[in-house]
């Protein structure tokens, strides 16, 4: 396995060469001490491991490598040293080894004895974690959604290609045997030919509280929390921990939250490696007035809490993705999940580890159970012992096409946002709108959806996304220059994401 030169660069001295050298090179360490040479793990020597981010997802990322048994957690990494330090505390009383605790990340990177970064942070810093580590050799684990934009997951996709390290995305499902047995099923044409699935989140979501000017935790290191995103002084959302999910500088709301995960598995089942050829996305935030019995209330996130996006593809195949936020029932049977459409049956993904297939009668033909965590981990560390990047069963690329999906939804929505448009209207455009879903019905279920959560859709209107065309050969929108500004952002200083052939 891959590392820095055998010397160790520690201290100040590196940081500081590395921040002024990053903002016009893409590259947080100088050419002479990049990955360079390869260290090899001896069958008896443990990976050593450093976390970043140490919110809640991180202790899942704990578990699995404490259960996994073949590494050590070196180093705990996060700009709020406090809550680092309690996670540091509970390794300790399970291992007997107190991981280091560092606020800059870019320290633990820095140690050749570091083989392995997972990445649990906030979305805004997913991609500039992974690139960074691995352009100091070390193999990655990046949560979903891998990217923040569409430009970071090329650049993703570059490094890990550039530095020859593992890079896997944190989707796994895909480390299921319930949803690798529905996708060889469908591979293998047990529903007929699927031309149409349909991802859902409908997972509650209240309000995170109201829009207005809050304190930055004292224990926090907002220089380094903000990383690539502009520092917003003074934060808008009460809740500074988790609720930035639902503000687009840090996050990509629910569809680029949970929905990487159902994503994933329906361009799978519709079996597309590629882009698609346009999308539209409709919805809004809608519904916390009435939650507060407040016509002027306001909540905090500015990401849509109902959203549907229609994608289209080149070789004649439709994706929908329903986000709903508020209370709703389940649709066939699936809350959080799938639905493959073929021409002589269906697929049903329920959970992570169960699917069902049906046939055109709703009569069970099949079902598909099993799957935990530690598959995913396991599949991931098997590939930095074995140096088999085509072993990964989530690697860069595969977690660029399904997170972009949410990235090309969300561009669509915030490109419409204002504008708003009433049930006849949208109904006016969804019927222009090309695929293979009933996009009248599907308009009607997400109305009568916001309806019976008391939203007064002539006070609230949704708003009606810009349809837009996509290159899948080039990854990028054809004539729309405000969308394909929205591909990447503006970085700060040193905090820059590489472009894919400066990484």
């Known amino acids: ?28 360490l100088p050419a002479s001490v990049r990955a360079q040479d390869a260290k090899k793990v001896s069958a008896n020597e443990k990976f050593g491991v450093a976390i970043v981010g140490c919110g ?14 073949r590494s050590e957690i070196l180093y705990l990494c996060d700009p709020d040293l406090p809550r680092a330090e309690n996670r540091a505390k509970d390794i300790e009383k399970k291992t007997g080894r107190k991981p280091k605790v560092v606020a800059d990340m870019r320290e633990a990177f820095a140690d050749e004895a570091v083989d392995v970064v997972t990445c649990a942070s906030a979305n805004h810093w997913h991609a500039l974690c992974g690139v960074w580590a691995m352009q100091a050799g070390k193999h990655v684990y990046i949560e979903k959604p891998i990217s923040h934009n569409i430009h970071e997951g090329k650049a993703l996709i570059a490094a890990a290609k550039k530095y020859g390290v593992m890079c896997q995305v944190g989707s796994q499902c895909r480390s ?15 529903v007929g030919e699927i031309k149409l699935t349909r991802g859902l989140c409908y997972k509650r979501r209240k309000s995170i509280g109201a829009l207005g000017k809050y304190k930055v935790p004292e224990t926090v290191d907002y220089n380094l929390w903000s990383g690539p995103a502009p520092i917003v002084d003074p934060p808008t959302r009460p809740n500074f921990h988790y609720d930035w999910h639902w503000q687009r500088l840090y996050g990509n709301g629910d569809l680029g939250n949970q929905g ?24 809004g935030r809608l519904g916390y007035q009435a939650e507060r019995k407040d016509d002027n209330y306001v909540d ?37 999940g799938v639905v493959a459409y073929g021409s002589e049956g269906y697929i049903v993904q329920v959970n992570y580890g169960y699917c069902v297939a049906y046939d055109l009668d709703g009569k069970q033909i099949k079902e598909f159970k099993g799957g935990r965590d530690l598959n995913h981990f396991r599949n991931f560390l098997d590939a930095v012992k ?15 096409l399904s997170a972009a999906l949410s990235h090309l939804g969300n ?5 419409g946002e204002e504008n708003k448009v009433s049930p006849d209207e949208a109904k006016k455009v969804l019927e222009a709108v090309p695929g293979n879903d009933d996009n009248v019905e ?25 349809m837009l065309k996509i290159d899948p050969k080039t990854e990028s929108f054809v004539d729309d220059a405000e969308a394909k500004a929205m591909e990447t952002r503006e970085y700060r200083g040193e905090f820059v994401v590489p472009t894919a052939d400066k990484v």
């Open 56 to 69: 809640g997802r991180a202790g899942s990322h704990i578990g699995e490598l404490l259960a996994d048994g």
């Open 386 to 400: 074995n140096d088999d990047y085509a072993s990964l069963n989530a690697d860069a690329r595969c977690g660029h």
């Open 411 to 415: 561009i669509s929505y915030y490109l």
């Open 176 to 190: 299921n045997e319930a949803i690798q047995g529905a996708f060889k099923f469908a591979k293998d044409g047990g």
């Open 300 to 336: 905090a996130g500015d990401t849509a809490n109902t959203e549907v996006s229609i994608y289209n593809y080149a070789d004649g195949k439709t994706l929908v993705f329903e986000t709903r936020g508020l209370e709703t029932e389940a649709y066939r049977g699936a809350s959080i």
């Open 260 to 283: 990487p995960h159902q994503t994933d598995i329906a361009r799978t089942l519709l079996g597309v490696e590629d882009f698609p050829t346009s999308v539209i996305s409709y919805g």
């Open 1 to 28: 396995m891959k590392s820095i030169s055998r010397r160790r660069f520690m201290g100040d001295a590196l940081l500081t060469a590395a921040a002024a050298s990053a903002a016009t090179s893409g590259l947080w």
């Open 442 to 466: 599907t308009l009607g279920r997400t109305l009568a959806h916001l309806e019976k959560n008391g939203v007064d859709l002539a006070k609230t209107p949704i708003s009606m996304g810009r």
